[in-house]
C-alpha cells in the first residue's frame, strides 16, 4: 500500500550529523562543512546549534526494487576462450557456479582453490545428481561424465579472466562503488535511479572481492545497458586489482573511514588504497567523488581529470548505452549521450558544499524517525522527495546516487522518484516488526564506529513508547584503533541514554571495564551472541525497539532471529 505525506510546509532546526571520514556537518543551506584530522574526537563530539530550513513535504511511496535479469549460459567454446582451458569433454551451455551448496541445475561448477580449501575436493559424482553440467577446473573425479574444460594453475586467476572476458564483450556503461559504509545501499539505490535508462544489473549480496566481481561481470545478461559493482578491499592493491578488471566508465568514491585498519597503519593509507579506482581513470571516464569528506578530496587524481561542466563538455551519442525507453518520455534528450569532457576523465563532487555539482541541502527525519526526507539541488533546480526506511545517512547516498545518475542521463526530478520507492538492505538498518511487536533495526551485516555510531542515530530517531535498547557485537579489524574505537562507541552509546545497552564480545567488554561501566545496571555482556539471547529477551516488552549491530563475525543475527521468534502474546515487566 502507498503511503503519502500531505503537502505541507514546515520551519524547524535541522539536527542531522552525517559522519563521513573526518568529519560531522550539518546540513541547511547554507551550512559549510567542517573539518578534523581527529577521526575519533570529531566523530563523537557534540553539534553545535543547527541553522533553520524550509522544507517541502512530498509523498512517500511502496518500493519498486531493482532485480538483476536471468545471467547468460556460457558455451563451451566460449569458456574454453575466457580461461584459455582446453576442452576434455563438451558440455550443454549453462551458467556459472563457484559453490556446490547453491548450485543450480543447468549451472558450471567452477572449482575456485583458496589458501585453507580446494573446491576440487567437493566434485563428486553426485554432482552431477545436482544438475551439473560441467565443470572448469584442474582435474575432476574418476567416471565424472559431464562437461570438463581444464585449466592449469590457479583457478582464481582464470576466474578473474573470465570476469575480465565477460567485461570485454560489455559495450554498456559500468560503475564502480567503493568506500568504507554505505557502497551496498548505494549500490542499490543507483541500479533503482538507474532503471530509468534501461535494464541495470548488479553485484549480487556482498560480491566485492575478487571472486565476487569476476562472477558479477561472469553473469552480466546480454541485454543490458547498466552495470552497477561495488568494490571491497581489505589490503592495498585490492581496489586498483579490481578496477583493472571491471574497468568502471564511472568511479564513485563515497568516504573514507576506520574500517580494515588492520592491515593500515592510518586513515590516510585507507584513503589511497579507495584512491586506487581512480588511478587508471582514462579519458571519456567520470570520477564521482564525496566533496565533504577531506581525505577523499586529498586524493590524488589522474592527470588530465576535468572538472565536470555541462557547458564546457560535449556530448557523444551512446544509444546502445543510453537509449531512449518506450513509455518514459520524461527521460530528458540527455538519456541519448553520455556526457564527457572533451578529452579528459571528468570530476563530479557531491555532498554538502556548495560547489558540488550535486548539493544535499537537507536531510531530516520523518514519518516517527521512520523515514528521511531530502531536498537535493544540482543547477539551481531542486527536488525533494521521501526514502521509507530509517537512517538519515541514506540522505548521502541519495546525493551520490544522484550525481551518478544525472551525468548520464536521468533528469534529477527522476531520480527524486526512484529514490523514494527505496528501502533498506537486508541486515543493513532494516527494520522489521515481529509478530511479538517489538521493532528491530537489523543491521548484523558489518560494524565499524562511523556505522555503529549512524545506528545509534537511527535508534535515537525513531519513536518509542518502551524502551530503547541496543545490542551490540564487536567491531573487527580496526587494527591500533580497536580500543580506543569501542571505547568511543559505547561512550557515545551511552550519552543517548538507551534503556538496555548489550554487549557482545571482548572488545566492548575491555570498553566497558575501561569506562567503569560493569556494574551498571542496564549493562549487559556475553560472550558471544548466542549467550546475551535469554539475558536480553527476559527484558523486552512489545513496544520497545531494538538495534543490534556487529561484525559479520560476530553473527548477531542470531539475536535479531530470536527476538523475531518471540510469539506475538509475548508481554513481559521490566
Known sequence: MNASVATTIHSFPHPLLLPTTTELHLFGRNSRPSTSTKLLSILFHPPPPPPQVLLVSTKLKTQIPPSNPPPPPWTVSEISDAVNGRIIKWGPPGTISTDTRTLQPGQWFFAITGERFDAHDFIAPDLSSKGCVGVIGNWVCNNWDKGFVQVEGNTVIWLEKMGSYARNRFHGCLIGVTGSVGKTTTRTMMALALERLGPVHQSCGNWNNRIGVALSLIGIPRNTEMVVLELGMSEKGEILELARTCRPSVRV?????????????????????????????????????????????????????????????????????????????????????????????????????????????????????????????????????????????????????????????????????????????????????????????????????????????????????????????????????????????LRYCCSAGFDIVALVGKRFLAAAENLDLVKERHVLHADNSETIVPEIVKRLNHNDVVLVKGSRAMQMEKVVDAIKSLPSNFMLPF
Open 253 to 489: 568514491i563515497l568516504n573514507v573511514g576506520a574500517s580494515h585498519l588492520e592491515n593500515f597503519g592510518s586513515l590516510e593509507e585507507v584513503s589511497m588504497a579507495k584512491g586506487e579506482i581512480l588511478r587508471e581513470a582514462k579519458p571519456g571516464d567520470v570520477c564521482v567523488l564525496n566533496a565533504d569528506d577531506p581525505l577523499v578530496m586529498s586524493l590524488p587524481i589522474p592527470a588530465g581529470v576535468q572538472r565536470f561542466s555541462e557547458n564546457s563538455a560535449r556530448a557523444e551519442p551512446l544509444k546502445s548505452i543510453l537509449p531512449r525507453q518506450p513509455g518514459h518520455p520524461e527521460i530528458s534528450l540527455f538519456s541519448e549521450f553520455s556526457v564527457r569532457a572533451e578529452s579528459n576523465p571528468a570530476r563530479v563532487l557531491f555532498g554538502q558544499r556548495t560547489d558540488s555539482n550535486v548539493r544535499l541541502v537537507l536531510a531530516e527525519s520523518t514519518n516517527g524517525g521512520l523515514g528521511v526526507q531530502v531536498v537535493l539541488e544540482r543547477n539551481n533546480e531542486t527536488v525533494e522527495f521521501v526514502i521509507s526506511s530509517p537512517g538519515l545517512h541514506l540522505a548521502m547516498s541519495a546525493c551520490a546516487v544522484a550525481a551518478v545518475a544525472t551525468v548520464l542521463g536521468v533528469p534529477l526530478p527522476q531520480v527524486g522518484k526512484r529514490l523514494a520507492r527505496f528501502h533498506s538492505v537486508h541486515m543493513r538498518l532494516e527494520l522489521e516488526v515481529a509478530a511479538s511487536g517489538i521493532q528491530v533495526i537489523n543491521d548484523v551485516y558489518n560494524a565499524n564506529p562511523v556505522s555503529t555510531k549512524a545506528a545509534f542515530d537511527t535508534l535515537k530517531g525513531i519513536i518509542c513508547k518502551g524502551k530503547r535498547v541496543a545490542i551490540l557485537g564487536d567491531m573487527l579489524e580496526l587494527g591500533p584503533t580497536e580500543i580506543e574505537s569501542h571505547e568511543m562507541t
